[in-house]
């Protein structure tokens, strides 16, 4: 499931004058996905339903 826009990421990178490469964005979907995984996990642990900041 692709959690990235990539025009935003586009966006980013013309910023600060960076180019991006095209397989960038899925590492960036992995690694969304798993800072996902660890939020929910932390949330489950602690008997709520509701991710929160602090879960990150």
């Known amino acids: 499931m692709p959690y990235v826009v990539k025009k935003a990421v586009q966006d980013y990178a013309k910023k600060n004058s960076v180019q991006v490469s095209g397989d960038f964005y899925g590492a960036l979907d992995k690694e969304i996905e798993r800072l996902l995984n660890d939020a929910a996990?932390?949330?489950?642990?602690?008997?709520?339903?509701?991710?929160?900041?602090?879960d990150l």
């Not at 642990?45 to 929160?52: F, G, I, S």
């Open 41 to 54: 996990k932390r949330t489950k642990d602690n008997k709520r339903k509701t991710l929160k900041p602090y």
